[in-house]
């Protein structure tokens, strides 16, 4: 079965410093790969989407980045942090154009003070 | 652009009350729509889904029906329990560049009472 991982589960992050979060997915290949933000009280917002090894679509302007350099692996990246990056993160996957479930992981909390 | 809007919350019920999350959504094409869950502290689990009009999602005595001439897909209970309390996200999924993305309604928080 297939399963999802991210890490880590809640991470607290000076202002400026710099940001990697990761998501692995287990037992699929080729996998579409997707990042979310949810702001408190919020609903979800679309990152980035990647449907393959070092493709990657972001869907709103931001400081963040994203990166695929292994087809079951999405990493989120800042280079300096802001006070309104934070908030819970989610990875998810599925399993192609033709299949429109996503699978999400547990999250990723993040508090920039 | 796509949108999804859902009954805004919080909702607060007694054991075994019945429920209704109204959910009506936009969209220019034929949508997927989806009722996710979100359990405080975790990420998004699946609940159920419907992917063509009149069709009907059900699960763990959840149901929504996919109807085309209210652009909507309410979710019930006929008997809610207290483990069903959460945040609970209605979505719909249409072909956007060369992926299917998710656009979620702002979400709904639900607390049952025993």
């Known amino acids: 079965s297939q399963t999802i991982h991210q890490w880590p589960a809640t991470l607290v992050q000076p202002v400026g410093s710099p940001l990697s979060l990761e998501c692995t997915v287990e037992g699929t290949s080729n996998p579409n790969l997707y990042w979310y933000r949810q702001a408190a009280g919020r609903g979800l917002q679309l990152l980035f989407y990647?449907?393959?090894?070092?493709?990657i679509s972001s869907e709103v302007p931001q400081n963040l980045s994203a990166s695929r350099p292994q087809d079951r692996q999405f990493i989120l990246s800042s280079k300096k942090l802001l006070l309104s990056d934070s908030g819970f993160y989610l990875c998810?996957?599925?399993?192609?154009?033709?299949?429109?479930?996503?699978?999400f992981g547990p999250g990723t909390r993040l508090t920039v003070l | 652009g796509d949108s999804v809007t859902q009954m805004e919350g919080p909702v607060t019920l007694s054991e075994e009350a019945f429920l209704t999350i109204n959910c009506t959504y936009t969209?220019?094409?034929?949508?997927?729509l989806f009722w996710y869950v979100q359990y405080p502290g975790e990420g998004l689990q699946l609940l159920l889904k419907a992917t063509k009009a009149d069709d009907k999602g059900s699960n763990k005595g959840f149901e929504a029906t996919y109807r085309k001439e209210t652009t909507s897909f309410h979710l019930e209970k006929g008997s809610v329990q207290v483990s069903d309390s959460a945040v609970y996200f209605c979505a719909l999924s249409e072909v956007s560049g060369s992926a299917r993305q998710l656009t979620f309604g702002s979400g709904t928080q639900l607390t049952v009472l025993p």
């Open positions: 998810a996957w599925s399993t192609g154009l033709s299949t429109d479930t996503q699978y």
């Open positions: 990647s449907v393959g090894i070092g493709q």
């Open positions: 969209a220019t094409g034929y949508p997927s």
